[in-house]
């Protein structure tokens, strides 16, 4: 077997040994919070084992780039059952651009709150979105791909690839 092989074959061994590797937290005799891949000493009674969180937006099958700017930028559509056209017109958008995206539905006097004090505003203008930190209130082409643009998402969708759904954002 050639080295090159060997290698490789190494490589992608690494990968699923190390994602196997139970994580251990403990508090010890002095106080501190100690984490692990170790068991802790048999002294300590009281071991967790932390699970670690996955990402809400399932973005299997899209390019590497939409994947890693749908995991630091998350796509979130805020609309109501009012806004028909409009917010039909905000999705067509989204997914020709392929951007992968949750939606919050604005129904109730404590969602309306909750939409008017993340967009500091008095109004509540929809659809909105709001890109990782960015936000923007209603449909502005321009505005909308600005924002997409420098998240990393790509200007056209990839033929054949369409955008996962996500889970609606709360």
Known sequence: MSLVRICLLAMLALPLSAGAQPLYKWVGKDGKVH????????????????????????????????QQAAQNFPVILFVSDDCKRECDNARAFLRKRGAPFSESVIGTPEQAEAY????????????????????????????????????????????????????AAQ
Do not use: C, H
Not at 56 to 62: A, C, F, K, Q
Not at 144 to 156: E, P, S
């Open 116 to 167: 008017k004090k993340r967009f500091g505003s008095d109004n509540i203008l929809l659809p909105s979105i709001t890109v990782g930190s960015q936000k923007q209130q209603g449909f502005e082409e321009g505005a909308w791909n600005g924002m997409l643009d420098n998240a990393g998402y790509a200007r056209t969708a990839i033929p054949g690839a369409a955008p996962a759904p996500a889970p």
């Open 35 to 66: 984490y692990s891949d170790q068991p802790p000493p048999k002294e300590i009674k009281k071991v967790e084992q932390p699970r670690l969180k996955t990402s809400s937006i399932d973005t299997s099958g899209l390019p590497y780039e939409t």
